[in-house]
């Protein structure tokens, strides 16, 4: 496929993806069905082929070493970082971080009506991020890098920290006697409807639960449960209920 296919003359003709992960893999997948020319995803120590703009997919730590390594390859080059600012890259330099999971596997329909924070070193640079972005599907919106790092935490606390939050779940189920796969099956409609609530109502409306309650008697029962079954969650516990009250006195 050419550019014409995207329509857009912001969106670089032609891209080098470095890193063959998760998000290099599924971002190259999705570039090329998108329309764009697409080299790789290039394993870090490979030679990066010449492009309009280059796409980091590389851990954090990696970013500077990668830069270097793609140095002349491309005016353009961007790392796919959400909390790493962008000023180390250069004139050219640019952010695309997809407000997505990648688990491993994904298609390109895994983009599409996502978010994307996207952030350029000059005007060019950032209508290339939000061309890349759009051509995804996916809806950019700046983020500048003083707020890189705000908005990444929050992203691990709605994602990653949900993840931790569920095995803490799957591991006190087992106190009813529950397998962590029944754990799951069982939970998991649950933990839908309660995002989506969230999601359409806010927090404090789709609160509910014994403190929303103030039920305090069965906050107490739940916690000697923990005790007897995950001891080592009671702190985690003890936080959350604390953070749920003042959340709670917010909706009262």
Do not use: K
């Amino acid at each position: 496929m050419n550019r014409n296919s995207t329509d857009n003359p912001c969106v670089p003709a032609c891209v080098s993806v470095v890193g063959a992960g998760r998000l290099g893999t599924a971002l190259a997948g999705a570039l090329d069905a998108a329309g764009l020319e697409v080299h790789g995803p290039t394993g870090r120590d490979e030679p990066v082929p010449r492009a309009e703009a280059v796409l980091l997919c590389v851990p954090d730590a990696d970013i500077a070493e990668a830069a270097r390594a793609s140095d002349g390859a491309a005016p353009l080059i961007g790392h796919c970082s959400g909390a790493t600012p962008i000023a180390g890259l250069g004139p050219g330099g640019f952010g695309l971080h997809p407000l997505q999971t990648f688990a491993g596997g994904e298609g390109p329909e895994r983009f599409r009506g996502a978010g994307c924070a996207v952030a350029g070193a000059t005007a060019d640079a950032l209508a290339a991020a939000a061309g890349l972005a759009r051509a995804l599907g996916m809806r950019p919106f700046e983020v500048d890098d003083p707020g890189r790092a705000a908005y990444h935490a929050a992203a691990s606390i709605a994602s990653n920290f949900l993840v931790t939050l569920e095995d803490a779940a799957e591991r006190v189920a087992a106190g009813a006697g529950l397998d962590p796969a029944e754990a799951r099956e069982l939970l998991a409609p649950l933990v839908r409807s309660t995002v989506e609530n969230w999601a359409a109502r806010g927090p404090e409306r789709a609160l509910t639960g014994p403190i929303a309650r103030g039920d305090e008697a069965t906050v107490v029962l739940q916690r000697d449960a923990i005790a007897e079954t995950a001891p080592e969650l009671l702190a985690l516990f003890d936080e959350l209920t604390e953070r749920t009250r003042a959340l709670a006195e917010v909706v009262a």
